[in-house]
C-alpha cells in the first residue's frame, strides 16, 4: 500500500489529541513506511507523566525538556541512522516549530476530529481515564497545520484501515516528481540558515562570510564602519542577491548587541550559526602596555564574544539548535614577545569555548572554535613584509607558508553544517601544523 511513498527520508510527525487514534494510526503507518515507531508521549520526563495522571495541564515550561528529546529523536533517526514515525499529542504551533527548526524536513500528519466525538471514544476505553480538563487542554492547545507548514489533515472519523489509506495517499501526494528526482540535502548544505559574522566587512570575517553565502547559508554582516559594511554588503550581495543583510553595531555595547540581534531575528529570522570573529591586535611589550589598551583587546577579543553568544543562545536554546564558532588563534596555545593582550584573549576565548559547551550543549548547541595560523591579511601585512619574521614563520611552519583566508573556510561550513552535530567544545587548529611541532 506505501510502495509509492518514500518521503525522501523526512521524519513523520503523527500528531492528535488523546482518542484521536495517533498511536494506532502512527504505528500502521511506519508499518506501511518500513519504519520504526515511537509513542512520543512515553518520552515525557516523569514529573510530566505524574501532572497528566493527576489531570493537571502542561504548560510550556513542561514540555520544553519533552520537545527536546522529540526534536533529538527526528533529527537522529532509529539506531541505523533511519527516519523515525513518532506520535505526540498536544503540538501547537509554537512546538511544532521548535520540532521543525531542529529536523525542518518533518512531515506533519493531524489526525483531527469533533471534540465530542473524541471524548466518547476516550469514555469507551475501560482500560484508560482522560479527566475532562486534560482533554480540553490538549483540544486547546493543538493548532490547525498552517499553510506554510508541510504536513496533511486526516479527518479521523471513519475506520483506523481508512484513515491509514487516507494517509498514505495525501503523504503521496507531498510526493511531487520534482521532490522526488531531487538530491537529497547534503551534509554540508547550509541553505536557509542565518549566519551572523561580526567583524565581518573585511578580512578573515568576510571571507568565512563569503564561504558561508556559497554554502548556501543567509548571511548578515557585521561592523562599526557603516560605509566599509555597506561596500561589503554590496560586493557580497552582486554574487548571492537577497541573501547577504549588514548590520551595524558595537559587539563591545551590551545594550547595541542586544537591540541588533533582536533586531536581525525579528526582522530575517533566527540565527542559526554565529560566528565571532571581531577582533583586533595591539603589539607592545608588556611592561609597556597601559590597562587602557589592555581593556580594549579583551574586551573586543573576548567579552565581545561572550555578549554576542550569550545573545545569540537565548533564543537558540529556546529553539532546540545552534552553532557558535569563536574565531581563536594559535595564540591559544602558544605566546610570543609584544602580543600580551591578544594572547591572554584568545586563550581566554578558547576556555570561553569550552564553558558555553558546558552550559548549552545539552540544549542543542554545538559550541566550537577555529584557531587560524599566521593567515596573511591586512592586520598581518606588516609582519609579511618584515625579512626576519616572515623567514620565520616559513621556518616554523610545516607546510612552508603562511596561511590563506581562504583555508578557513572549509573548517567554517563544517562546523556551521549538519556535518559538526557531534562536535562540541573543540579548537580546531588551522594553522600548517605550527603547534605540532618544537
Same mark, same amino acid.
Given at each position: 500500500?506505501?510502495?509509492?511513498?518514500?518521503?525522501?527520508?523526512?521524519?513523520?510527525?503523527?500528531?492528535?489529541?488523546?482518542?484521536?487514534?495517533?498511536?494506532?494510526?502512527?504505528?500502521?503507518?511506519?508499518?506501511?513506511?518500513?519504519?520504526?515507531?515511537?509513542?512520543?508521549?512515553?518520552?515525557?520526563?516523569?514529573?510530566?507523566? @505524574?501532572?497528566? +495522571?493527576?489531570?493537571?495541564? !502542561?504548560? #510550556?515550561?513542561?514540555? $520544553?525538556?519533552? %520537545?527536546?528529546?522529540? *526534536?533529538? &529523536?527526528?533529527?537522529?533517526?532509529?539506531?541505523?541512522?533511519?527516519?523515525?514515525?513518532?506520535?505526540?499529542?498536544?503540538?501547537?504551533?509554537?512546538?511544532?516549530?521548535?520540532?521543525?527548526?531542529?529536523?525542518?524536513?518533518?512531515?506533519?500528519?493531524?489526525?483531527?476530529?469533533?471534540?465530542?466525538?473524541?471524548?466518547?471514544?476516550?469514555?469507551?476505553?475501560?482500560?484508560?481515564?482522560?479527566?475532562?480538563?486534560?482533554?480540553?487542554?490538549?483540544?486547546?492547545?493543538?493548532?490547525?497545520?498552517?499553510?506554510?507548514?508541510?504536513?496533511?489533515?486526516?479527518?479521523?472519523?471513519?475506520?483506523?484501515?481508512?484513515?491509514?489509506?487516507?494517509?498514505?495517499?495525501?503523504?503521496?501526494?507531498?510526493?511531487?516528481?520534482? @521532490?522526488?528526482? +531531487?538530491?537529497?540535502?547534503? !551534509?554540508? #548544505?547550509?541553505?536557509? $540558515?542565518?549566519? %551572523?559574522?561580526?567583524? *565581518?566587512? &573585511?578580512?578573515?570575517?568576510?571571507?568565512?562570510?563569503?564561504?558561508?553565502?556559497?554554502?548556501?547559508?543567509?548571511?548578515?554582516?557585521?561592523?562599526?564602519?557603516?560605509?566599509?559594511?555597506?561596500?561589503?554588503?554590496?560586493?557580497?550581495?552582486?554574487?548571492?542577491?537577497?541573501?547577504?543583510?549588514?548590520?551595524?553595531?558595537?559587539?563591545?555595547?551590551?545594550?547595541?548587541?542586544?537591540?541588533?540581534?533582536?533586531?536581525?531575528?525579528?526582522?530575517?529570522?533566527?540565527?542559526?550559526?554565529?560566528?565571532?570573529?571581531?577582533?583586533?591586535?595591539?603589539?607592545?611589550?608588556?611592561?609597556?602596555?597601559?590597562?587602557?589598551?589592555?581593556?580594549?583587546?579583551?574586551?573586543?577579543?573576548?567579552?565581545?564574544?561572550?555578549?554576542?553568544?550569550?545573545?545569540?543562545?537565548?533564543?537558540?536554546?529556546?529553539?532546540?539548535?545552534?552553532?557558535?564558532?569563536?574565531?581563536? *588563534?594559535?595564540?591559544?596555545?602558544?605566546?610570543?614577545?609584544?602580543?600580551?593582550?591578544?594572547?591572554?584573549?584568545?586563550?581566554?576565548?578558547?576556555?570561553?569555548?569550552?564553558?558555553?559547551?558546558?552550559?548549552?550543549?545539552?540544549?542543542?548547541?554545538?559550541?566550537?572554535?577555529?584557531?587560524?595560523?599566521?593567515?596573511?591579511?591586512?592586520?598581518?601585512?606588516?609582519?609579511?613584509?618584515?625579512?626576519?619574521?616572515?623567514?620565520?614563520?616559513?621556518?616554523?611552519?610545516?607546510?612552508?607558508?603562511?596561511?590563506?583566508?581562504?583555508?578557513?573556510?572549509?573548517?567554517?561550513?563544517?562546523?556551521?553544517?549538519?556535518?559538526?552535530?557531534?562536535?562540541?567544545?573543540?579548537?580546531?587548529?588551522?594553522?600548517?601544523?605550527?603547534?605540532?611541532?618544537?
Amino acid at each position: 500500500m506505501a510502495a509509492s511513498v518514500t518521503l525522501s527520508g523526512r521524519p513523520v510527525v503523527v500528531m492528535g489529541v488523546s482518542g484521536s487514534g495517533k498511536t494506532t494510526v502512527g504505528s500502521r503507518l511506519a508499518r506501511e513506511l518500513d519504519r520504526h515507531f515511537l509513542d512520543g508521549d512515553d518520552l515525557h520526563p516523569r514529573e510530566n507523566r @505524574a501532572k497528566m +495522571a493527576a489531570g493537571i495541564p !502542561l504548560d #510550556d515550561d513542561d514540555r $520544553r525538556p519533552w %520537545l527536546e528529546e522529540i *526534536s533529538l &529523536r527526528l533529527r537522529s533517526g532509529d539506531d541505523a541512522g533511519h527516519p523515525l514515525v513518532i506520535a505526540c499529542s498536544a503540538l501547537k504551533r509554537s512546538y511544532r516549530d521548535i520540532l521543525t527548526s531542529l529536523a525542518p524536513s518533518t512531515v506533519f500528519v493531524h489526525l483531527a476530529g469533533d471534540p465530542a466525538v473524541i471524548g466518547d471514544r476516550m469514555r469507551a476505553r475501560d482500560h484508560e481515564f482522560m479527566p475532562a480538563t486534560l482533554l480540553a487542554s490538549q483540544v486547546a492547545v493543538l493548532e490547525p497545520l498552517g499553510d506554510d507548514e508541510g504536513g496533511v489533515v486526516i479527518d479521523i472519523t471513519r475506520s483506523p484501515d481508512d484513515v491509514v489509506g487516507a494517509a498514505l495517499a495525501a503523504l503521496a501526494s507531498l510526493e511531487t516528481p520534482e @521532490a522526488q528526482d +531531487a538530491p537529497e540535502r547534503g !551534509l554540508f #548544505d547550509l541553505t536557509g $540558515r542565518m549566519c %551572523l559574522v561580526t567583524g *565581518s566587512s &573585511r578580512g578573515i570575517g568576510n571571507v568565512i562570510a563569503r564561504g558561508l553565502a556559497d554554502a548556501g547559508a543567509t548571511v548578515v554582516l557585521n561592523g562599526v564602519d557603516p560605509g566599509r559594511l555597506a561596500a561589503a554588503r554590496e560586493n557580497l550581495a552582486a554574487t548571492h542577491g537577497d541573501r547577504i543583510h549588514a548590520r551595524a553595531f558595537d559587539v563591545t555595547d551590551q545594550g547595541a548587541v542586544a537591540d541588533a540581534v533582536a533586531a536581525i531575528e525579528a526582522e530575517l529570522g533566527p540565527v542559526g550559526v554565529l560566528v565571532n570573529n571581531a577582533g583586533i591586535q595591539h603589539r607592545e611589550p608588556l611592561l609597556d602596555v597601559s590597562v587602557e589598551d589592555w581593556n580594549r583587546v579583551l574586551t573586543t577579543d573576548l567579552t565581545s564574544a561572550f555578549l554576542v553568544g550569550r545573545e545569540v543562545a537565548r533564543s537558540m536554546i529556546a529553539r532546540g539548535r545552534g552553532k557558535i564558532i569563536n574565531i581563536a *588563534s594559535v595564540q591559544a596555545d602558544l605566546a610570543r614577545p609584544s602580543i600580551g593582550p591578544y594572547t591572554a584573549a584568545k586563550g581566554g576565548l578558547r576556555n570561553l569555548t569550552r564553558a558555553m559547551t558546558a552550559e548549552w550543549a545539552g540544549a542543542g548547541l554545538q559550541i566550537n572554535a577555529i584557531a587560524p595560523g599566521y593567515i596573511h591579511t591586512e592586520m598581518t601585512q606588516p609582519l609579511v613584509d618584515d625579512p626576519e619574521f616572515n623567514a620565520f614563520i616559513l621556518r616554523r611552519t610545516p607546510a612552508a607558508r603562511w596561511g590563506a583566508t581562504r583555508d578557513l573556510v572549509g573548517p567554517a561550513v563544517w562546523l556551521a553544517s549538519d556535518g559538526s552535530d557531534f562536535v562540541n567544545g573543540q579548537v580546531i587548529f588551522v594553522d600548517g601544523g605550527m603547534t605540532v611541532i618544537v
